[in-house]
């Protein structure tokens, strides 16, 4: 099975603090994501990356910034958290030759205060 | 653009009875098509899918779904439901212009009663 892991389920930061998200994935996919969940709002797209070094931007990149110095591995990055920040964070992946099926982390819950 | 969307917020269904979760998408060509559950404080799960062929697909916990064309919907659905269906679902579309990403519904949370 594939296994996309977080390194926090909950996390809470101060408004100002520089914030990383760690996301973990296990089956050699190039593809990875960072979806942010609202009520409402459902998901929305973050950043996602195709390759190591690689990122693109999705629809919500303002404030946010990624990381994928390997390959089983992709880091979101909140440079000065804000309160308006406070969300869902998912991460996901995907192989490059799938066609668009993404398997999921567990979330993270980032409240910032 | 690409667009997904699920009319209904939010349902609540009889546990036993039966259950339809709308999905309507736009797209030019034939779009790749899933549902997805996610059970509360959980990430998401991959119910189903389609990319070709039979238009009605059948799923993971007795769900299938079908592809209509002419009406651009995906409706999930499920002869009976259980209590533990009780979640929120992700209607999501795949499409070439949004690279390799999936394009999500604003999603549907199902209540299930007793």
């Known amino acids: 099975d594939v296994k996309v892991t977080q390194s926090s389920r909950y996390l809470v930061k101060r408004t100002g603090e520089k914030v990383f998200l760690e996301c973990v994935q296990d089956?050699?996919?190039?593809?990875m994501f960072w979806y942010r969940q609202d009520p409402g709002l459902g998901l929305r797209l973050i950043y996602f990356s195709y390759d190591v070094k690689m990122k693109e931007k999705g629809d919500i990149p303002e404030g946010y910034s990624v990381s994928r110095e390997k390959k089983e591995r992709f880091s979101l990055i909140l440079e000065s958290a804000s309160t308006n920040q406070t969300s869902m964070y998912l991460c996901?992946?995907?192989?490059?030759?799938?066609?668009?099926?993404?398997?999921f982390g567990p979330g993270t819950r980032l409240t910032v205060t | 653009a690409q667009s997904v969307t699920q009319p209904d917020i939010h349902i609540t269904v009889s546990e036993g009875a039966s259950l339809e979760l709308r999905c309507n998408y736009s797209y030019g060509a034939t779009p790749y098509l899933f549902w997805y559950v996610q059970s509360p404080g959980q990430g998401l799960q991959l119910l189903l899918k389609y990319f070709s062929g039979d238009t009605l697909v059948q799923g993971i916990k007795g769900f299938e779904a079908e592809f209509k064309r002419s009406q651009s919907s995906f409706n999930l659905r499920k002869p009976s439901v259980h209590w533990s269906d009780a979640a929120e679902y992700f209607c999501a579309v795949g499409a070439w212009q949004a690279g390799t990403a999936l394009i999500f519904g604003k999603g549907t949370t199902l209540s299930v009663s007793s």
């Open positions: 089956m050699d996919h190039e593809n």
């Open positions: 996901a992946s995907s192989p490059i030759l799938s066609t668009y099926e993404q398997y």
